[in-house]
């Protein structure tokens, strides 16, 4: 009881405008009361028909009245706030801006509990009672409080509608059926109601064995990711151990080249010094035998002389000593050549490696002038480019059109007006796979940089220069690229196969069927990286890039 006095001064307290407790109180001189603001918005509305009314009691006055604030009221208000009252509660039973309202209240409105089908009205639960003991509703039929009550009147003869036409699929009144819908298959409106419902049901029942077949499928992607999480940590582990392997021995390998390179450069400058010496010498030795020989030819004793001319004279006829040939300052560079060759080594090395790993190099027939050789590509789809309705599964290899869009985050990579996804690997050189479709599908190449949204022309595969699609369905294949089109004759397959030589400019295509059946070739000049590309149409239209095993490459 006491909540219940608590709630009743809240209300006693509160605009009935605004539904908050009263700033600036005034009061009319029926006795409501309102916020100042709330009730001269309020009465702005009227200016135009120069009559006045109170919100609640619908009271007139013919001349808009002046607004003094009610000082009294106003120092209650502040004092209970003070307390602890705050705004009137929304879930009371008064009508929101977003309730159905009861149409007979007066003053301020309560929600309403049932609309009437008959009396195509909304009743609050005092209004309501007569629907419950009068015996003139009794047939009425009470709905939940409905604001589209209007709709069941027929707009042409302002009757409800109780009755629905089968040929036209639409609800109509008794006068429509004795006029324009006469002869039709017409039948009540609850009777065609229970026949949807029985159908609704049936659909709704495939709908959930269709959810709890998706959860399953998730359940296992899940599990795949966490496998394919566990492998490539386990991979991604083993590299980096043996690039730290490596690491080591280029560190090794560094540092004896370092030692020999130093010990043959002290080996040589020894030689050299060693040289130097020796010329020193002998240059020391030329100016003093020079010496003696200036001090003959100053001898004024002829006979002294002649003695020592003899002995003198053989000094400077002794053998020259070798030229020395200094060779041009590259001693070292034959190290730097050595080692840019390793590297080049190395890097080709790795290059060769990586492409062994990303590509199985196996055999296939190829027309005209390729090489009949079949490079099987490893290519998986980019979940980041998948427009919302596909989803993706086998390892992101297959794409399926669904109704319900997938709980992808936003990538500005992602297609949006087309069911189109492209591969996460860029396509350079020569490469082959196939791919498995059933409803209708696209198999084509795009560059990186086509369009996400816009129009066709901008973004759906084979509608521009940027892709080259060849498009299946039962009835045949036709090739699109820049908006032009080509039908291809050929046997139809579920399965086809693409060839690139990117480098050559070859783009190839063929119907898979126990054997392999060329069906179109483009040669062009491709200017940037490729990416395989699928687009889907038709629910639950499929297209898969296959993984290619032994028999096939054979």
Known sequence: ???????????????????????????????????????????????????????????????????LKNTMLAVLVEELKKSGLQAAPADHSYAGAEDVACDFCTGRKLKARKSCLQCLASY????????????????????????????????????????????????????????????????????????????????????????????????????????????????????????????????????????????????????????????????????????????????????????????????????????????????????????????????????ETWTNISHRVVNVDVLLSEPKTRYSCDITLDIDSAHPLLLLSDGNRKATLMLQQQSYPSHPDRFKEWFQVLSRESLTGRCYWEVEWSGSADVAVAYKNISRTGSVNECRFGYNDKSWALYCENSGYIFRYNNVSTPISGPRSSRVGVYLDHGAGILSFYSISGTRTFLHTVHTTFTQPLHAGLWIYGYESTAEICKLNETEII
């Open 1 to 67: 009881m006491a909540q219940k006095g608590v709630q009743l001064e809240q209300e006693t307290f509160s605009c009935s405008i605004c539904l908050d407790l009263l700033k600036d109180p005034v009061t009319v001189s029926c006795g409501h009361s309102y916020c100042m603001k709330c009730l001269q918005t309020y009465w702005d509305t009227e200016d135009e028909k120069k009559l006045y009314s109170c919100p609640q009691c619908r009271q007139t006055f013919t001349h808009r009245p002046v607004l």
């Open 124 to 351: 609050c639960h005092h209004h309501l009672q007569d629907h419950f003991e009068s015996p003139t509703f009794k047939n009425h039929k009470l709905v939940e409080p409905s604001k589209k009550l209007q709709e069941n009147v027929c707009s042409r003869h302002d009757e409800v509608m109780k009755m629905f036409c089968r040929t036209d699929q639409q609800s109509i009144c008794t006068t429509c059926l004795s006029n324009e819908h006469k002869g039709h298959d017409t039948v009540s409106a609850a009777a065609e109601r229970a026949k949807k419902q029985r159908e609704l049901e049936v659909s709704r029942q495939n709908i959930w064995q269709r959810i709890q077949d998706r959860e399953k499928d998730v359940k296992l992607l899940q599990q795949e990711a966490e496998a394919i999480d566990r492998s490539a940590d386990k991979a991604v582990e083993d590299s980096q151990k043996i690039f730290t392997q490596l690491i080591r021995l280029m560190e090794k390998q560094r540092s004896d080249v370092t030692q020999q390179v130093r010990y043959q450069q002290e080996s040589e400058t020894s030689r050299v010094k060693e040289l130097e010496e020796k010329l020193k010498r002998e240059i020391a030795e030329l100016k003093r035998k020079d010496s003696e020989l200036q001090m003959l030819s100053q001898t004024q004793d002829h006979n002294q002389f002649l003695h020592d001319y003899p002995s003198l004279s053989a000094l400077s006829q002794r053998p020259r000593s070798p030229s020395i040939h200094i060779r041009p300052l590259r001693y070292f560079e034959y190290v730097a050549a050595a080692m840019s060759a390793v590297s080049n080594k190395i890097q080709d090395v790795l290059t």
